[in-house]
T-cell receptor, first 119, second 114 residues
């Protein structure tokens, strides 16, 4: 199956700093990438959907100015957590999918996740 | 908006047992349902994808069934092994959506001991 990578896999930062997380589709072109957040013992919650070359669509309750998403190419999307605080500590997972010629989204492929710890 | 519930939240069994994990969802107008496996601190591995027109899918010792009308799916694991220990997540897309966003349950944390 297709491979999606994330970098870094783990990051620890001080409160108030910004952290950038990369999500790459390694062997296919991802028309759409999704960013999820998972708190301990909780389900994955969608934060935003990004389509290549357009602005991301954020879920209700997710601050777009705090979680900056850039999907500049068909193989790369980045999530920047600006002015991170301890409550932003979580597991961030991206997924990527491509759209078939019939318009139906193909299977989503998930990255390995990034563990963010804000001190 | 979908609400996905998984029961039980946790399960601990001896090796060799056959297991049933349950998933329910509130809106039956779905195109498909997926079961994933998540190991601690790791991403997701897709196990089975059932299309709305199908009633079940099988992969090795795993069998997933889907009853769309009642909003339920079941993941059956035969002859469980310690290597099956992980969290199992079920996910469904938006009503009538082909856009790919998924709603996840909280998962069933499975421990299989030797």
């Amino acid at each position: 199956g297709a491979v999606v990578s994330q970098h870094p896999s783990r990051v620890i930062c001080k409160s108030g700093t910004s952290v950038k997380i990369e999500c790459r589709s390694l062997d296919f072109q991802a028309t759409t990438m999704f960013w999820y957040r998972q708190f301990p013992k909780q389900s994955l919650m969608l934060m935003a959907t990004s389509n290549e070359g357009s602005k991301a669509t954020y879920e209700q309750g997710v601050e777009k100015d705090k979680f900056l998403i850039n999907h500049a190419s068909l193989t790369l999307s980045t999530l920047t957590v600006t002015s991170a605080h301890p409550e932003d500590s979580s597991f961030y997972i991206c997924s990527a999918s491509s759209r078939t010629s019939g318009g139906v989204t193909d299977t989503q492929y998930f990255g390995p996740g990034t563990r963010l710890t804000v001190l | 908006k979908q609400e996905v519930t998984q029961i039980p939240a946790a399960l601990s069994v001896p090796e060799g047992e056959n297991l049933v994990l349950n998933c329910s969802f509130t809106d039956s107008a779905i195109y498909n349902l997926q079961w994933f496996r998540q190991d601690p601190g790791k991403g997701l591995t897709s196990l089975l994808l059932i299309q709305s027109s199908q009633r079940e899918q099988t992969s090795g010792r795993l069998n997933a069934s889907l009853d769309k009308s009642s909003g339920r799916s079941t993941l059956y694991i035969a002859a469980s092994q310690p290597g099956d220990s992980a969290t199992y997540l079920c996910a469904v897309p938006d009503r009538g959506s082909t856009l790919g966003r998924l709603y996840f349950g909280r998962g069933t944390q499975l421990t299989v001991w030797p």
